[in-house]
């Protein structure tokens, strides 16, 4: 027999039945759109549609249509793929990591993380197949057999760890977000009226028929995904971090990179699912479930993860001084009094010093502070991979080629498309698919929901 | 539940005592020998001062790991932990004399008592180039003062919130110390945050003085941190074999087998994100450190890190394997040597060069202390119930089940 403290807040607001759970969360899915979601879902797609024109002109006519130049070969494109890549994390921490450590609150919002996540990756792997440059030659990224020619992948190269790293990040995180949705789906299918959506939820649920021993199989499925997906959390975001540390780029070679590239993504994640379920809760109306007490977690996720971004460039930048290497010295100088002093002061501002307001209970419980801190935040992690990437390349070696990177509107494009591209899924997702987990979600309800933890309490008393 | 029916009074038991004491004696008594055995050249000599370090470094740091351990149950709201909570303060309580073993040490540094820190030697600074770019921060002010302070802070946090955690055994407000707690949890997580890593600077990395690495305050930090859940994991099994504990069921086991393989796997992680980036860039000022371990420490560096990270890996994998306590008992204390050998190998190149091994001397004085410390761990546990009172969780922690 569980027992919950009296002092835990609850999770689930009001008075909420089963069914209410359930008629809440299919709601969007049964009903009709609003039309601030064709609006916004317009706005998406011609964010998507412009950013597929900028792809095809940068296919046909070469990467020779971005800024990126003989000194600066690395610029927005690979800052894009670290972003993107980053914001994806927080799906996979909420979803395999919360579930190890059995926080309740999770449930809320795990679904819409890991959907995230997916098309986080996806957006991702945009900017790192385009930027090889030749993007129809991709497939000799994976190591084929002898026979098919004599040059094989370089299993030396961090690059190509990378290209396991993620591909197997996302095929794990796939798997483990359809496992999710699959007693969902059969809820779905089962209150499904027209028999086209009823054969197409029969289909995606898998002749799920809700046996105890359905569910044993569940959730011990879950718990397999979730020890797989912990050390992906670490192991997809050290291997990007070592695609500059195993270099010696003065900047990029520093072994903290690792942790500290896993902290950031976090942070840049959690900070990209509160913008997207504050947006959420209120358009589909789920008040009841998304609410102060989850943004508070989340903010508190984000100062721990702030924090340990700052330790982490506060030791850089001491270091740099401590070891006596000039070079990693003045790439650190330059960072912050070069050219681009801007992109490193809004680094520090946006990741180090703004979710530090987190620690007023009255910011942090503000839907209005954490929406805007949100965005602040992914900001701020975008300029610290520019700072990462730009920064260091731009003044190397060699004075002689010291030069300055500016973006075309084609990468500009690019990444408003990605970002069209994100949310257009995104907006999809929240209409054909159930976006909370609804039936774990009933676990919690007679523990959490708050008119039951009051009866409880009443009880407690007499 | 109810615990009016449990005995919650541990008292050291003639046979506990009697253990120890024999191995405090055997340590002793092989320290001397050890010591006995070799001719007092300024090397032998400075191999006593290495080892003294090690072992005030490695069960400081158990006691300060503790201490924030303890700190993140309050701040991550978690209420399995609260059936551990005096066994965590038990071994809090070592925190203060841990830290005035800490300075004491670095004075006797600072006034050349002994070798352990070149650049406190202002001959060989003078001679040295890149130690003379280093002094700002590397000299004798700044190192005991940045000690002083981070010990007198975290020693405050340790022995107010202990302090408190009786007082409200004795009728204070649960609820509201709680919530004061988790604030003061915070802060101190924050200032532990931050100077944990320049202590591991000063304290472990300039050691080796020309050497530089950024992820090392994370890496000594985790290494530091397993052999605090292994020590409460060893005195919750301790407590068990006497019949006591019965508050502490299979699950919470299972819990701290889980921080225990969890840890493990930090530790690993950040150990090989180090060794990896600093081996594939094979950059003279930084692969100097693992050449060092590599041509003298083969042999321990390779066994430390494959049983710190192989053994917890495979052993501690199934759920089965985490609520056994005999193998908890045993994978604990192999994984509690290895990790001072991981102490050891942070103080001994860098102090000894070639000359320092594993000896009489070395074993003696790692037994001597365990058992130092494990008696006065085990005395402070028996100073105060065995379970709080008045917690708002303790009922959550009592109906603890997965």
């Given at each position: 027999m569980q027992h919950e403290s009296a002092i835990r807040e609850p999770l689930i607001l009001g008075h909420r039945t089963y069914h209410d759970i359930t008629e809440d969360i299919a709601r969007p899915i049964e009903g009709r759109a609003n039309k601030y979601w064709y609006l916004v879902f317009t706005i998406a797609v011609c964010a998507f549609t412009w950013g597929i024109g900028c792809l095809f002109y940068t296919i046909g006519?070469?990467?020779?249509?971005?800024?990126?130049n003989k000194t600066v070969g690395w610029a927005w494109d690979i800052t894009n793929f670290v972003w993107w890549i980053g914001i994806g994390h927080a799906g996979t921490l909420i979803s395999a990591v919360l579930l190890l450590f059995r926080q309740k609150w999770r449930m809320a919002i795990n679904r819409s993380a890991e959907a995230m996540t997916i098309f986080a990756v996806m957006c991702a792997a945009i900017f790192v197949t385009m930027?090889?440059?030749?993007?129809?030659?991709?497939?000799?990224?994976f190591p084929h057999a002898n026979q098919f020619g004599s040059l094989w992948v370089n299993f030396n190269s961090p690059l190509l760890w990378d290209v396991f790293a993620v591909s197997t990040y996302f095929s794990i995180s796939l798997v483990f977000w359809y496992t999710g949705l699959i007693p969902d789906f059969a809820t779905i299918r089962d209150r499904a009226v027209k028999p086209m959506s009823k054969y197409i939820y029969k289909i995606l649920s898998f002749g799920w028929s809700g046996r105890a021993k359905d569910w044993t199989r569940f959730e011990e499925v879950s718990l397999v995904l979730a020890g797989l997906s912990t050390p992906l959390v670490f192991s997809v975001h050290s291997i990007v971090s070592m695609d500059f540390a195993t270099s010696i780029v003065p900047g990029w070679h520093t072994t903290i990179f690792p942790p500290y590239f896993v902290a950031g993504a976090i942070f840049s994640g959690f900070a990209m699912v509160e913008t997207l379920l504050l947006i959420v809760r209120k358009v589909l109306n789920l008040e009841h479930y998304i609410t102060v007490k989850h943004m508070e977690y989340m903010n508190i996720v984000i100062i721990l993860t702030g924090s340990m971004v700052g330790v982490a460039y506060l030791s850089e930048l001491f270091i740099s001084w401590y070891s006596g290497v000039e070079y990693e010295a003045y790439a650190f100088l330059n960072r912050a009094t070069g050219p681009y002093w801007w992109s490193y002061a809004g680094m520090m501002t946006c990741?180090?010093?703004?979710?530090?307001?987190?620690?007023?209970k009255k910011i942090r419980t503000s839907l209005t502070a954490t929406f805007i801190l949100s965005i602040v935040v992914n900001i701020g992690m975008w300029f610290e991979r520019f700072v990462i990437i730009v920064t260091s390349l731009?003044?190397?070696?060699?004075?002689?080629?010291w030069t300055m990177y500016h973006p075309t509107w084609i990468e500009i494009g690019i990444f408003t498309g990605t970002i069209g591209m994100f949310f257009t899924f995104f907006l999809l997702f929240a209409r054909v698919f159930p976006v909370i987990a609804l039936n774990e979600l009933k676990t919690i309800l007679k523990i959490s929901g708050e008119s039951y933890k009051k009866e409880a309490a009443a009880h407690a008393h007499h | 539940m109810d615990t009016s029916g449990m005995n919650l009074t541990y008292t050291l038991s003639a046979k506990t005592k009697k253990i120890l004491q024999v191995l405090i004696a055997v340590g002793l008594i092989l320290t001397i020998w050890g010591i006995l055995k070799h001719s007092q050249t300024d090397i032998q000599k400075q191999r006593i001062w290495s080892n003294i370090w090690v072992n005030i470094m490695f069960f400081f740091g158990i006691s300060l790991l503790a201490t924030f351990f303890y700190a993140v149950q309050y701040a991550a709201e978690a209420a399995w932990a609260v059936a551990y909570k005096r066994i965590m303060e038990s071994v809090m309580k070592f925190l203060p004399i841990g830290a005035i073993l800490v300075f004491v040490y670095c004075l006797l540094g600072v006034l050349g008592v002994?070798?352990?820190?070149?650049?406190?030697?202002s001959a060989a600074v003078t001679a040295d180039k890149v130690l003379q770019n280093k002094s700002a921060f590397l000299n004798p002010g700044m190192f005991l003062g940045m000690t002083a302070v981070f010990l007198i802070a975290y020693v405050a946090y340790q022995r107010w919130t202990c302090k408190v955690s009786i007082d409200i055994d004795n009728g204070g407000d649960g609820t509201q110390m709680w919530k004061t707690n988790r604030t003061r949890a915070a802060g101190f997580l924050v200032f532990f945050g931050f100077t944990s890593v320049v202590g591991s600077w000063f304290w472990f990395m300039s050691i080796d003085a020309h050497w530089f690495s950024t992820l090392f305050g994370w890496y000594v930090f985790a290494g530091q941190w397993i052999g605090a859940i292994i020590t409460f994991n060893l005195i919750g099994l301790h407590l068990k074999s006497k019949g006591q504990g019965e508050f502490l069921n299979d699950s919470h086991q299972h819990d701290m087998g889980k921080w225990m393989f969890a840890v493990s796997f930090l530790w690993t992680y950040l150990w090989f994100s180090q060794f990896m980036l600093i081996w594939y860039a094979n950059l003279p000022e930084e692969v100097s450190y693992y050449q060092a371990r590599w041509d003298d420490y083969r042999c321990m560096l390779w066994t430390m890190f494959f049983v710190n990270f192989a053994l917890p890996m495979i052993m501690l994998m199934s759920r089965d394997a985490k609520r056994n306590r005999t193998f908890i008992f045993i994978v604990g204390c192999i994984i509690f040597f290895s990790h001072w050998v991981d102490t050891y190998l942070l103080v001994m190149p860098g102090t000894l060069g070639a000359e320092g091994h594993i000896g009489l001397m070395e074993i003696g004085m790692f037994l001597a202390s365990t058992g130092g410390f494990a008696w006065f761990t085990l005395s402070q546990l028996a100073k105060a119930p065995l379970l709080v009172k008045n917690h708002p969780y303790l009922q959550e922690t009592l109906h603890f089940h997965i």
């Open positions: 006519t070469g990467i020779g249509a971005w800024g990126a930027h090889t440059g030749r993007p129809w030659l991709d497939y000799w990224l990741n180090v010093i703004s979710p530090q307001l987190y620690w007023f731009h003044r190397d070696y060699i004075p002689s080629s | 002994h070798h352990t820190w070149k650049w406190l030697d």
